[in-house]
């Protein structure tokens, strides 16, 4: 609905998500004269982000809590009452999941635009007046058009029934890393805002002057915000591909992948961000964004663009499956009954999301094997474990005879007990003090800690008399420090 003074007063953001949830909470931090309104149709999720022990918030990101306390219930508020938010709002964010495609045309590729379009039928049928419509989730491009098209269907029908009904339709594309969600809306590099209609882009601009500098704004075409997303996120990606398959080539000739990375990033224009060696992304994002573009590539018979984005999701698989051959080959090619302590689930540090972490590849194709995991994580809930591996084996048609083969213990000590080997997938930072010395007593000889991260310090590993892998350094190079300050 449009407001009396034509400023945005009252937003809508449908998905109280891992975007929905932090974005919104920091415009509500920043702009107390606006309401802000967070629906979901996940009555649950709703309850845990009203929830008065603010620990039991549906998602964990340093900083939130303190942002949440400040504006809920004052100007921040959390609803299942999709339908009255949306009517009296003037701007609705998309903020809704758009997973791969499972099934039918496109499937494993491109995204699943299902909850896009209930939200865009939704909003078409409820709000009132001139709304201002931003997609907030990362969609394939042309998606606004998709949108938009939605949109004025139900302004030509409420014509017929004399009703004034419009909409103006915005890409506004979120940056935001899960982890360090708060500082990135708080400090962003740059807020892209794809549109035409100059009137509104201004508006959701006023949004965010509140506290991101005007240079900072960059303003396009509406399809070129939506592909700069996929590209940024394809280009962080195939960062990570290139080390990781870099990291192979250190363990094969002997020079150590992080020597390799600082000496690289020192380059100015290729940077140090972002050259961590480890399992493989994960993340709701960068597999969905490159298939998104490996699909609009073929869709456009661009093949030879689609092979070069793909091969990157592939090294991402390769990279998971080789560590878990590696663990095969060290325990004698046999996993049978073995204990593996795994510390770390969550797809990155900081965070509690699961979605498309290397630990569920890694964990179902260990578990395949006739191993016993005993995982550790800060954050992740059994639930989320079950269901991680449940959609894995059930996507990957796996035969679920071990599939139930796991434990989540409450402490790294539960976890290693008794066990043969130690996985670190996650570089929380509690995984980066374990007292080696302790551990190698409870575990089963001979012990093997590999790393993944590269948070041990391997004199200590190897000094408790453990035997120790780390990623992207040759076995031989037993003290592994490498000179590096
Ligand atoms: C990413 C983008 O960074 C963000 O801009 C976009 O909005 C959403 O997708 P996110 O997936 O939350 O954010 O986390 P990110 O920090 O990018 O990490 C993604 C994956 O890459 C993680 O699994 C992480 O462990 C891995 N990674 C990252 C590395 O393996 N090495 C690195 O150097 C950096
Ligand atoms: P993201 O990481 O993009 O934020 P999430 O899966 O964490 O994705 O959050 C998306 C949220 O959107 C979910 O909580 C889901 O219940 C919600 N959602 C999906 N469709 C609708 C809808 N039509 N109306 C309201 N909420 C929706």
Redesign the pocket.
């Known amino acids: 609905m449009i407001s009396k003074n034509n400023l945005v007063e009252n937003i809508c953001c449908?998905?109280?998500?891992?975007?929905?949830?932090p974005t919104m909470a920091v415009i509500a931090d920043k702009c107390p004269e606006i309401k802000v309104s967070v629906?979901?149709?996940?009555e649950e999720?709703i309850k845990a982000w009203n929830d008065d022990n603010l620990d039991n918030l549906?998602?964990y990101e340093p900083g939130l809590v303190e942002v949440v306390k400040r504006s809920r219930n004052r100007n921040l508020f959390f609803t299942?009452d999709?339908d009255n938010c949306i009517k009296n709002a003037d701007m609705v964010f998309i903020?809704?999941?758009?997973?791969i495609k499972s099934a039918g045309l496109g499937a494993l590729q491109a995204s699943d635009l299902k909850?896009?379009e209930?939200?865009a039928r939704?909003i078409g049928a409820i709000s009132k007046g001139h709304t201002i419509v931003v997609e907030?989730?990362?969609l394939p491009v042309r998606t606004a058009e998709i949108i938009k098209e939605i949109l004025e269907a139900t302004t030509k029908s409420a014509k017929k029934n004399g009703e004034e009904k419009t909409f103006s339709v915005l890409s506004n594309p979120?940056f935001l890393a899960?982890g360090t969600a708060v500082n990135d809306l708080f400090n962003p590099d740059r807020v892209l805002i794809g549109g035409e209609d100059e009137v509104a882009i201004e508006k959701l601009k006023s949004i965010y002057l509140k506290w991101v500098p005007n240079k900072k704004i960059l303003c396009t075409s509406l399809w070129s915000s939506e592909l700069s997303k996929l590209t940024a996120n394809a280009f962080l990606a195939q960062r990570i591909s290139s080390i990781n398959s870099v990291s192979a080539i250190c363990e094969a000739t002997g020079a150590n992948i992080q020597e390799v990375a600082k000496a690289v990033g020192l380059d100015s224009r290729i940077g140090n961000k972002f050259l961590n060696a480890g399992p493989g992304f994960g993340g709701?994002?960068f597999k969905k964004d490159i298939l998104n573009l490996v699909y609009l590539c073929r869709y456009f018979d661009l093949d030879e663009v689609a092979d070069y984005w793909e091969q990157i999701v592939h090294i991402n698989n390769w990279q998971q499956n080789r560590i878990y051959e590696k663990i095969v080959d060290k325990l004698f090619r046999n996993l049978s009954g073995k204990k593996i302590a795994i510390l770390g689930f969550a797809f990155k540090a900081n965070t509690n999301?699961t979605?498309e972490s290397p630990a569920i590849q890694i964990a179902s194709n260990l578990l395949e094997e006739g191993s016993i995991l005993q995982i550790h994580d800060p954050k992740v809930s059994w639930d989320q474990i079950f269901n991680s591996l449940s959609t894995y084996y059930e996507t990957n048609k796996l035969d679920k005879s071990n599939i139930n083969n796991w434990t989540l213990e409450n402490s790294v000590e539960s976890a290693v007990n008794n066990a043969d080997a130690v996985l670190i997938l996650t570089e929380w930072d509690i995984y980066r003090d374990i007292n080696w010395e302790k551990i190698s007593n409870s575990m089963r000889e001979p012990s093997w800690v590999f790393d993944t991260r590269l948070i041990t310090d391997p004199r200590k590993v190897r000094d408790a008399g453990l035997n120790l892998w780390r990623l992207g350094e040759m076995e031989s190079c037993k003290d592994g420090t490498f000179g590096l300050s």
């Open positions: 449908v998905g109280a998500g891992y975007v929905g949830g629906v979901d149709i996940n999720r549906p998602i299942s999709v903020s809704v999941n758009t997973p909850w896009v209930v939200c939704r907030k989730s990362t979120e899960e709701s994002c999301d979605r």
